[in-house]
């Protein structure tokens, strides 16, 4: 059975940071891109940040970039998003993804992803 399970989201003042941790299981994760999307309630999930299987390759959606970094380390199937100079309007539910194909390029919208974790909230207070 494969799963995500995130952690580490939490409350922080705006300027503050918070590093969120992905735990895969049950597939061999390190042969497929990741992505971190979010939702915040009644928007659609939005595009974060994505980062290959090797993780020689990052992309991230324009209103993180500069603020955040994903990595991974594929000997304990985890991918991280490190978010630095958080702000009120990165409140949301962050979701991790896997990817739908293995060694594939990476993909930035959602019907590319077929695994995804429960969810952890960030709140960034002003």
């Known amino acids: 059975q494969v799963q995500l399970v995130e952690s580490g989201g939490g409350l922080v003042q705006a300027g503050g940071s918070l590093r969120l941790s992905c735990a895969g299981s049950?597939?061999?994760?390190?042969?497929?891109?990741m992505g971190w999307f979010r939702q915040e309630p009644g928007k659609e999930r939005e595009f974060v940040a994505a980062?290959?299987?090797?993780?020689?390759?990052?992309y991230y959606g324009d209103s993180v970039k500069g603020r955040f970094t994903i990595s991974r380390e594929n000997a304990k199937n985890t991918v991280y998003l490190q978010m630095n100079s958080l702000k009120p309007e990165d409140t949301a539910v962050y979701y991790c993804?896997?990817?739908?194909?293995?060694?594939?390029?990476?993909?930035?919208?959602?019907?590319?992803?077929?695994?995804w974790g429960q969810g952890t909230q960030v709140t960034v207070s002003s």
């Open positions: 993804a896997a990817d739908r194909l293995p060694i594939v390029g990476v993909h930035t919208t959602l019907p590319e992803y077929d695994y």
């Open positions: 980062i290959s299987w090797s993780g020689g390759s990052t």
């Open positions: 049950g597939r061999t994760f390190s042969s497929y891109a």
